[in-house]
């Protein structure tokens, strides 16, 4: 589909016929094609706007090699600044999904509140090399101010699971993360 994509915005525009000014052109058996062709690349044009658009529901692997071995999580991805803002306020739990992973594409030095966020959580963070430089325990908050979770240096990306997950799982800093990349 991206090929297709890529070739229906190419800005060629097939069966063109120069039209000198001030002149009228008599229908041709050409137009009925040139419609039908108009009408093909306005469907291609609105399938792959469509395509673009990410999927709330996607969730794609996230692996943790730990010093005991190699640890797999289900992650729905926030990686525009609209889905990190949101994140999982609102949510009872985070079934069926292991959890949240946070991505952006250059070092950021952010924090993380749980305003609006009714489970308790443990967010890790790694920076450029994939490395966890930090793990810490958030506490769910409904008023105002909320707590800011933050690991005090630049990271590139971050997972948010159920509280003492990572602790169960043997995850500690220093492990390295690599998150799948979903097919375009």
């Known amino acids: 589909m991206e090929v297709l994509c890529r ?15 001030g002149t009228i052109e ?45 640890v797999t999580l289900e992650v729905q991805v926030a990686d525009t600044a609209t889905e990190r803002r949101t994140g999982l306020m609102g949510r009872e739990s985070l079934e069926p999904y292991d959890g949240m992973a946070f991505v952006w594409d250059e070092p950021v030095e952010a924090t993380f509140w749980m305003k609006d966020t009714r489970i308790p959580l443990s967010i890790a963070f790694w920076d450029d090399q994939g490395r966890i430089i930090s793990i810490l325990d958030m ?19 971050a997972v948010e699971v159920g509280r003492g997950t990572f602790a169960m799982r043997g995850v500690a800093v220093g492990d390295t993360v690599e998150l799948a990349v979903a097919d375009a």
Not at 42 to 68: E, F, H, K, Q, Y
Not at 142 to 147: A, E, K, L, Y
């Open 7 to 21: 070739l229906s915005y190419s800005g060629v525009l097939l069966g063109a016929r120069a039209m000198i000014p």
């Open 139 to 157: 506490d769910p908050c409904s008023g105002d101010p909320c707590s800011t979770y933050g690991p005090g240096e630049p990271f590139v990306g």
């Open 26 to 70: 008599a229908p041709t058996p050409w137009d009925d094609e040139r419609m039908r062709l108009a009408a093909s690349l306005l469907l291609v044009a609105v399938a792959c706007g469509s395509a673009a658009a990410p999927d709330p529901n996607m969730t794609t692997g996230l692996s943790i090699r730990t010093s005991g071995g190699t």
